[in-house]
């Protein structure tokens, strides 16, 4: 690959390696400058621009990437489209993922332009969630240095795969001493259908016996002659020896125990075995609480029919310190794979509108019309279906205000709380079949029609363009459109920050869309702005 400064002119076919901004020009890293950039470059006075241009032998990077993304997945995922370099890795169902470690590292080893980064092993995963990526770092890569890593991958046969979840049903033990109260038992119950549930499974047989050996061991039996294909036990006292009850009950109807004690904190007092072909856990006291420990480690590895040894436990400890882990997987909307080209409209009008004195802005008109309508209208006329509104202070006149609309309403009971309680409600509501969304404040009157249009015409995943931002003179304004890939993300937003941190995160997927005018600027806070923009309105 050949890489440096050249003239405009000498630039022509290859990819920039910077982004330029001089005067009206914007030109985003990675642009194959063609005659259209060329003539842009010379009427912006740019007289150089450094560029990387392919040499024969070269492949790109994002078939670099590609390809070697697709030699590394397994059985359970599949990579996305490439772009900027990246090709990334998802999840087609839940289950674990299971990773070749020595593989992955073998692969980062190759060449410095070839990296690849996933998960941790043996994490749960949900349908849907990105598990790996390979980055090519330059804009093309040697040929030989591809097939060279493809080929290390194919060797593996698979590098990544996700186990899915295979055992569905579980049997729970739970023994009793005096003071151990019922309702810890139903509480125990619930968190435990909640652990097990990403993984598709229930609970088939529960019992409760008397914290003893024989009672004990009947009850395993009991269960797993209902169906369980899985045992826990929930001891009324932690399991303090291998002559304890849990585990002698264990053995007493012909069971082994495999390993007694894990370096995970909390969980150390967990215990795992086989009792007639099926695999029992002894659960940790830490097990009864939702959050994260050590029993959640062996639990969703034997919910997805992987074996779990004694190397496999004392290898955890590295890690292994989760007092202050408290987050699990939770199930996903499954992923749009087949692209509709919809983008739904989310009008964001929920707002106590603070600035503005006794008035709620999204009832001040502009024109005769309430600002709310005016944005509602002008979705309404864009190319977006459906068009959704999120009302909240004074929802009742909100509503009224758009009388005769085809929107459909979503009502945030939360809205004091901030513009993120909003994000989530609307993107909540976005059909499953649209790819995105374009998130529109309700008071910014003077966005049109057009300007959505034209934000939206600019979404172009297969190149990349996942966040469409519009741009006046370098600085980024509303409406935005999100494809529906950063939905979770937006749906974690707290407070009254809104999306714009997002952008910073995926510069990478962010295109701008250049405008004149300030529309996409300017909104009304304030009495004084409101005069300003129904002044400029009606001037025009």
């Not at 560029?51 to 993304?69: F, K, M, N, T, Y």
């Not at 839940?94 to 043996?122: C, K, Q």
């Amino acid at each position: 690959m050949k890489f440096g400064p050249v003239s405009p002119e000498d630039a022509r076919g290859a990819t920039a390696v910077h982004s330029i901004r001089q005067g009206d020009l914007v030109l985003k890293k990675g642009t194959l400058i063609g005659d259209a950039e060329v003539a842009a470059l010379d009427a912006a006075g740019v007289k150089e621009i450094v560029v990387a241009r392919l040499e024969p032998g070269d492949v790109s990077e994002d078939q670099a990437a590609a390809d070697i993304a697709a030699a590394a997945g397994g059985p359970g995922l599949h990579p996305d489209y490439a772009f900027t370099g990246r090709c990334n890795l998802f999840a087609d169902a839940a289950g674990v993922l299971v990773i070749d470690e020595d593989a992955v590292n073998r692969l980062n080893r190759i060449d410095e332009a070839v990296t690849i980064a996933t998960l941790s092993a043996f994490k749960p995963v949900v349908e849907g969630e990105m598990i790996a990526t390979v980055k090519i770092i330059p804009f093309a890569l040697a040929g030989a240095v591809r097939d060279k890593a493809v080929a290390e991958a194919k060797k593996a046969a698979p590098v990544i795969k996700i186990a899915p979840y295979t055992v569905k049903r579980v049997g729970i033990v739970s023994t009793m001493l005096p003071g151990l109260s019922p309702k810890v038992i139903e509480k125990t119950l619930k968190i435990t259908q909640t652990r097990i549930e990403p993984a598709g499974a229930t609970i088939v047989a529960e019992r409760r016996v008397p914290h003893d050996q024989a009672a004990l061991a009947r009850a395993v039996v009991e269960v797993l002659n209902e169906g369980a294909e899985l045992v826990i036990v929930f001891g009324a006292s932690a399991i303090a020896d291998r002559r304890d009850v849990i585990p002698m009950a264990i053995e007493a109807v012909g069971g082994t125990i495999e390993h007694f004690g894990m370096p995970v904190d909390p969980g150390n007092l967990m215990l795992i075995g086989t009792v007639l072909g099926a695999s029992i856990v002894g659960a940790p006291g830490c097990a009864r609480s939702p959050k994260e420990n050590g029993f959640d480690w062996v639990l969703m590895r034997m919910l997805a029919g992987l074996p779990v040894t004694r190397d496999d436990i004392t290898g955890m400890g590295v890690g292994g310190l989760l007092m202050e882990i408290v987050t699990r997987p939770q199930p996903r909307t499954k992923p749009v794979i087949e692209r509709s080209g919809r983008i739904a409209a989310v009008v964001l009008a929920a707002g106590r509108s603070t600035r503005m004195g006794p008035l709620n802005k999204m009832l001040a008109k502009i024109g005769g019309k309430p600002l709310v309508r005016i944005a509602a209208e002008q979705a309404l006329g864009s190319k977006a279906s459906p068009v959704i509104v999120v009302t909240g202070h004074e929802r009742e006149k909100v509503e009224l205000a758009l009388n005769g609309l085809p929107v459909r309403f979503v009502h945030n009971p939360d809205y004091a709380e901030g513009l993120g309680t909003s994000l989530r409600q609307a993107v909540a509501a976005v059909p499953p079949e649209a790819d995105g969304a374009i998130v529109c404040l309700a008071d910014m009157p003077q966005v049109d029609s057009a300007l959505i249009d034209k934000l939206i015409d600019a979404f172009d995943p297969d190149s990349g363009a996942l966040v469409v931002v519009p741009s006046i003179d370098g600085k980024r304004g509303n409406p935005v459109v999100w494809a529906r890939r950063f939905f979770n993300d937006l749906m974690s937003i707290r407070g009254d920050f809104g999306a714009r941190y997002l952008i910073g995160s995926y510069a990478e997927a962010v295109v701008e869309v250049q405008l004149s005018g300030d529309a996409a600027l300017i909104d009304v806070d304030t009495p004084e702005s409101l005069s300003a923009v129904k002044a400029e309105i009606e001037r025009a």
